[in-house]
């Protein structure tokens, strides 16, 4: 977390040098001080720190895979409201979680959720398993299988060293 607010301090003095706090500004400032602190992070993270260079990659990834997500479901659920025949195959199904902390559960239960479609019923008190409700089950072990090897998985990347 210190390397984070070194890195936004680093965007802000990149704005703040180029006399403007525009978006492109403070990108160009974050991903140059995100290379400098990648450079003297030698000198500077120590053990649980060096995280952060592995961890904000990971997060990147993780936003443009929901990003292309989002997109596809919405499409799809937006033809199958148009259509006359839609094709719809409802149903409720047990995801096992490999998910460790409530963060990583949350975040998942929650980006499932977001994604038309799909909606997170429950979560097992034991933190287990994942109740998920689908229009578009037509395999459940498939769509089991494409829940964790998609965002479960990019996840796990985020959160877990």
Not at 15 to 39: D, E, P, R
Not at 133 to 146: C, F, G, P, Q, R
Not at 149 to 159: A, L, Q, Y
Request: hydrophobic share 55%; aromatic share 10%; with cysteine.
């Amino acid at each position: 977390m210190k390397l984070l607010a070194i890195n936004v301090l680093l965007a802000v003095a990149w704005a703040a040098l180029w006399n403007g706090f525009s978006l492109a500004n403070l990108l160009t400032g974050f991903v140059i001080g995100f290379g400098a602190l990648w450079f003297a992070r030698d000198l500077i993270a120590q053990g649980d720190e060096r995280r952060y260079f592995r961890a904000l990659p990971q997060t990147l990834v993780l936003i443009v895979y929901f990003l292309k997500e989002l997109i596809k479901s919405s499409i799809m659920v937006a033809r199958d409201c148009i259509a006359p025949r839609p094709n719809l195959h409802p149903a409720i199904v047990k995801m096992p979680l490999d998910a460790h902390s409530d963060a990583e559960i949350f975040l998942l239960a929650n980006l499932i959720t977001l994604t038309p479609g799909t909606l997170t019923l429950d979560v097992a008190p034991d933190r287990s398993f994942l109740l998920v409700h689908s229009i578009y089950a037509t395999d459940e072990a498939a769509l089991v299988a494409d829940l964790k090897s998609g965002m479960e998985r990019r996840i796990g990347k985020v959160f877990r060293p």
